[in-house]
């Protein structure tokens, strides 16, 4: 394997230099389009035989790009308010990250010029990303900095400071695990500085996660997990659970550590990561009897409480929320069609938008009552708790719990 450049690599086979310029830009166009990050990352560490050290310097310039795509885009004079899901479109957003935030030196890109104005790249290279957000009011000038769909911006406020949310997202201390073995603790505070959670097994650790990824004892003794995630297995009851949309399982391996006895449903077996009892099914159309002490439902939403992952960022301005919680409604009645006395419901949602959290009270409150829960911070309405990455250094989070009586 040879380098050549800072942000570049060969492939083995052809020596062909294949630049990660090139790489972030296939990445990004393709999680345009809705397909998962992941899965074409590790397709293009195995096709281009990325080494270790070289990853976290793809990651994080895809993550960058993501986080500033809006800026770049109007420093490029094209439209900011939606990207284009093509690869020409985030090349060009690519090599302006370059130029405008890292000062790569014309020398070292000087490939890209056959798709990139060599002139346009030296004016960036001058300028700096104030000199682009100019002609914008103060309150636009933070939201194009930082890249946030104009609907999830204004749904932001309704709630808390947008700029105070996103930037703890973007700029985490380090990153929450739970504990699966308490044997493991000793070499986390080998590793990291750790702080206690507010649940018995959980930690937070002060660093980049590599380091427990390397350390072999993920996922066997710890889990890499959100506190606000933690939530749900902690307000679980009973014995039998349901996790109607399951996937990746992180919740029902956590059932499971805690005693339950747990079925993981879910549409699609592919997205599971975890090794935990599956069922494939269609939650809003359940193949199950009323035979559960707690059910819990974490649907697909808007995922504005995840502006953190660059898929978010890049989707978040195609998203509907009253379509999204038209869809919630109708997976709900598949969750209340399992509720039988005693039973618990758990809804959670990793966004904070109304119509896709509260809204839902009513559909609930039919067949159950709203229970008070001591987790993350009042919401507001009875039974609704929510996390904010500001304060509980996780992500945006809601969750509505009842009980039938």
């Not at 747990?262 to 494939?280: G, T, W």
């Amino acid at each position: 394997m040879s380098y050549w450049g800072p942000y570049t690599v060969a492939r083995r086979l052809s020596e062909r230099p294949v630049p990660l310029e090139v790489i972030a830009a296939r990445a990004l166009a393709r999680a345009s389009k809705g397909y998962s990050l992941k899965g074409y990352l590790e397709k293009a560490y195995k096709k281009y035989k990325l080494p270790d050290p070289v990853r976290p310097a793809l990651v994080g310039m895809i993550s960058d790009v993501a986080r500033r795509w809006m800026l770049l885009s109007r420093a490029l004079g094209l439209s900011y308010e939606r990207p284009k899901a093509s690869f020409d479109y985030w090349f060009k957003v690519v090599i302006a990250y370059q130029a405008l935030f890292r000062k790569v030196k014309p020398g070292k890109l000087w490939w890209a010029f056959k798709r990139f104005p060599r002139d346009l790249y030296e004016e960036l290279l001058k300028a700096g990303p104030e000199d682009y957000l100019a002609g914008l009011g103060g309150e636009e000038r933070e939201r194009v900095y930082r890249s946030v769909a104009k609907w999830a911006w204004e749904e932001l406020k309704k709630f808390t400071d947008p700029k105070e949310f996103v930037d703890a997202l973007d700029h985490p201390e380090g990153f929450w695990v739970r504990i699966r073995d308490p044997g493991a603790v000793p070499e986390l505070k080998r590793l990291y500085e750790v702080e206690e959670g507010p649940f018995d097994d959980s930690l937070y650790l002060r660093g980049p996660k590599r380091l427990v990824l390397k350390s072999g004892l993920h996922p066997k003794k710890v889990v890499i997990m959100e506190l606000a995630s933690m939530s749900v297995a902690h307000l679980a009851k009973g014995v039998r659970a349901l996790d109607l949309t399951a996937a990746p399982g992180g919740k029902s391996l956590h059932l499971s550590d805690r005693g339950f006895i747990v079925i993981s449903n879910d549409l699609d077996p592919r997205r599971f990561a975890f090794d935990v009892e599956k069922v494939v099914s269609d939650a809003r159309l359940p193949a199950f009897r009323k035979a559960f002490d707690t059910v819990v439902l974490d649907p697909d939403c808007s995922g504005i409480g995840r502006l953190g992952s660059p898929e978010t960022r890049i989707l978040l301005p195609f998203i509907n929320k009253n379509k999204m919680s038209e869809y919630q409604r109708e997976l709900i009645k598949g969750m209340l069609s399992l509720a039988k006395r005693g039973t618990r419901l758990i809804y959670t949602t990793c966004t904070i938008t109304y119509e896709e959290n509260e809204a839902h009270s009513e559909l609930f409150e039919e067949v159950a009552e709203p229970v008070e829960v001591e987790v993350g911070a009042p919401r507001g309405r009875r039974g609704w708790r929510w996390f904010l990455p500001q304060l509980h250094k996780t992500i945006g989070f809601t969750l509505g719990v009842f009980e039938v009586g």
